[in-house]
C-alpha cells in the first residue's frame, strides 16, 4: 500500500458491496485528496443502515476481526492520527456535545445519560444492541 495501489483480490472482498469499496477507495488515497472525517461520516455506506448487514460475515471474517482486536498498538497509532487532523472547531462542537449528554456535569457521560440521549434517535431494542457491542 506504501505505493498507492491496492485491490480486491483476497475472497473477503466478495461479499464486500460496491459501496463499501467506494468509501475505501476514497479514503486510500493521498491526503489531499482523501475524504475529511466529516465526509466520511456522511458517505452512503455509513449512513444507510442497510450496508451494515452483518449476515455476510463468515468465519474468516470472524477470525480476521479477532487478530484485529488484538492489534491495540495499532489502533492507538491510528486514533492519534485522527486526532491530530481534527480542527479546534471540530473539537468544540464534540465538547459542546460532550456537555450537554454529561447531565450532572461531573465530566463523564454515565451509561443512562448515554442512553437517554440516544433514545431520543433509536429504540430502545437498538440502543441495547448499540450499547452491548
Same mark, same amino acid.
Given at each position: ?60 471474517? #470472524? &477470525? ?5 482486536? %488484538?492489534? @491495540? ?5 491510528? +486514533?492519534?492520527?485522527? =486526532? ?10 464534540? #465538547? &459542546? ?5 454529561? %447531565?450532572? @456535569? ?5 451509561? +443512562?445519560?448515554?442512553? =437517554? ?11 441495547? &444492541?448499540?450499547?452491548?457491542?
Amino acid at each position: 500500500m506504501q505505493k498507492g495501489k491496492y485491490d480486491y483480490d483476497d475472497e473477503v472482498w466478495d461479499v464486500c458491496s460496491p459501496v463499501a469499496k467506494d468509501l475505501i477507495d476514497k479514503l486510500l488515497v493521498p491526503e489531499n485528496e482523501r475524504l475529511s472525517t466529516r465526509e466520511a461520516l456522511e458517505h452512503p455506506f455509513l449512513k444507510n443502515s442497510e450496508t451494515a448487514n452483518t449476515n455476510v460475515l463468515g468465519a474468516n471474517h #470472524i &477470525e480476521r476481526l479477532k487478530r484485529f482486536q %488484538k492489534a @491495540k498498538n495499532f489502533k492507538k497509532a491510528v +486514533l492519534t492520527f485522527i =486526532a491530530s487532523r481534527v480542527t479546534d472547531s471540530e473539537i468544540q462542537k464534540e #465538547i &459542546e456535545i460532550f456537555r450537554s449528554l454529561d %447531565k450532572n @456535569k461531573d465530566g463523564y457521560i454515565t451509561m +443512562l445519560e448515554l442512553k =437517554a440521549a440516544m433514545q431520543k434517535h433509536h429504540t430502545e431494542q437498538e440502543v441495547e &444492541e448499540i450499547l452491548k457491542s
